[in-house]
């Protein structure tokens, strides 16, 4: 029996019990949350066709919180489309998703779902190149300003100590005063990643972020996610095995949109199934 099977066997999913939360018209915050019976994700019976291509297939799919998970899975496998949808990017054509027991995702638009909690770092770095790795890291920061406002504007003690945390969690403390543009790609892989984290997301999607990188980069890389787990959950979507087995704990495979292994990454390295249809290509 699967892990999906076991959790709904188990009355894990107290679907009944959710309390729907819309909160059109009014800030969303990552306060609203409710992870109190342990799962932060809940993505259920996931549909979603384009011109009668289905990219997400009935997917189920369900993350703890804290929890570090890596999605893998060949190309048109549903990866991006899952996250499409956590994000708010793409509607489904069924299923429901949840982020923990009270936020209805399928409720809420982009900017809803990111101040709810849900943060999403794209394979390519986003950074404003011409400003300073700190401006960066300044311009992220969550609150409702302007960037014109929040540049001008002076640091309280509190939000600089914030700023110098991240700094200091990815590792470019020493490059605080550069100007972002002139960073190397890893460097601003992490420095994107402190922005999402200066939003305080309790969900963090992050996708391929070692494409390009060189080993040391990688390796620094790998740390950085372990880091942030535990605190957080991170989802982290990549192709690079021995990345993924260095930081995997629970490994998921999409394949034709829905899920079809789960487990540690030797056993998902060691099911037949997902050896004919990704690791055997």
């Given at each position: 029996m699967n892990q999906a099977s076991v959790r709904a066997t188990t009355g894990r999913l107290q679907q009944p019990y959710r309390r729907l939360l819309r909160r059109?018209?009014?800030a969303l915050r990552a306060d609203d949350l409710?992870?109190?019976?342990?799962?932060?994700?809940?993505?259920?019976?996931?549909t979603v066709s384009f011109d009668g291509f289905k990219a997400l297939n009935a997917l189920t799919l369900y993350v703890d919180a804290g929890e570090l998970r890596c999605i893998i899975g060949p190309n048109g496998a549903g990866k991006t489309t899952m996250m499409d949808v956590i994000t708010g990017k793409t509607r489904p054509d069924h299923g429901s998703a949840w982020f923990g027991q009270t936020i209805d995702l399928l409720a809420l638009d982009e900017p809803e779902i990111a101040q709810s909690g849900i943060g999403r770092k794209f394979q390519r770095p986003t950074v404003f190149e011409n400003h300073s790795v700190f401006e960066n890291?300044?311009?992220a920061m969550a609150g409702d300003r302007s960037p014109w406002k929040l540049l001008a504007a002076k640091l309280s003690g509190e939000q600089r100590d914030s700023i110098e945390q991240t700094l200091q969690l990815v590792g470019l403390k020493?490059?605080?005063?550069?100007?972002?543009?002139?960073l190397s790609h890893g460097q601003k892989q992490w420095l994107e990643i402190g922005m999402l984290l200066m939003q305080r997301p309790r969900l963090l999607l992050v996708d391929e972020p070692v494409a390009g990188m060189t080993p040391q980069e990688t390796e620094r890389t790998a740390e950085l996610l372990l880091s942030l787990a535990g605190e957080r959950s991170v989802i982290v979507v990549e192709h690079d095995m021995d990345f993924v087995r260095?930081?995997?704990?629970?490994?998921?495979?999409?394949?034709e949109g829905s899920v079809l292994a789960e487990g540690t990454i030797d056993q998902v390295q060691n099911d037949p199934r997902v050896v004919e249809v990704y690791l055997g290509e």
């Open positions: 059109r018209g009014s409710d992870a109190s019976h342990g799962t932060i994700l809940y993505l259920e019976d996931i890291l300044e311009l020493d490059r605080s005063g550069a100007r972002a543009g002139s260095s930081i995997a704990r629970t490994v998921t495979v999409l394949h």
